[in-house]
């Protein structure tokens, strides 16, 4: 089982990127997929979570808006669209299946068993 996770670069502050989470060896549509991200010095954040049934999605508040998730299954691939990027999304950005949004609305985690990917690096700079 892998996660290909790509898409990332070099972005001025106010354009777009897609990150591309293919996976090899495993159905994601069978899965919730997440997106997470992680700069230098910060803790692991949790960005976007789709479901595996009827694509319910949730967004953490720093990128409600201005970020996009979906899903290909043609493809066996999930996107996140990204647009009205800033310096502070500069990151790692990892994909992972098993996400799920915490109850308290607050945050999104990975269960136990859940699979990630290896990171594409974002940098949002002028």
């Known amino acids: 089982v892998q996660l290909q996770a790509s898409g990332g670069g070099l972005v001025q502050p106010g354009g777009s990127l897609r990150l591309s989470c293919a996976g090899s060896?495993?159905?994601?549509?069978?899965?919730?997929i997440g997106w997470f991200r992680q700069a230098p010095g910060k803790e692991r954040e949790g960005v976007s979570c789709i479901s595996s049934t009827i694509d319910t999605t949730y967004y953490s508040d720093s990128v409600k808006g201005r970020f996009t998730i979906s899903r290909d299954g043609g493809k066996n691939t999930v996107y996140l669209q990204m647009s009205s990027l800033k310096p502070e999304d500069t990151a790692v950005y990892y994909c992972a299946t098993h996400c799920f949004p915490y109850a308290s609305g607050a945050g999104m985690g990975v269960r136990q068993g859940g699979y990630w990917g290896q990171g594409t690096q974002v940098t949002v700079s002028s």
């Open positions: 060896g495993v159905t994601l549509d069978y899965f919730s």
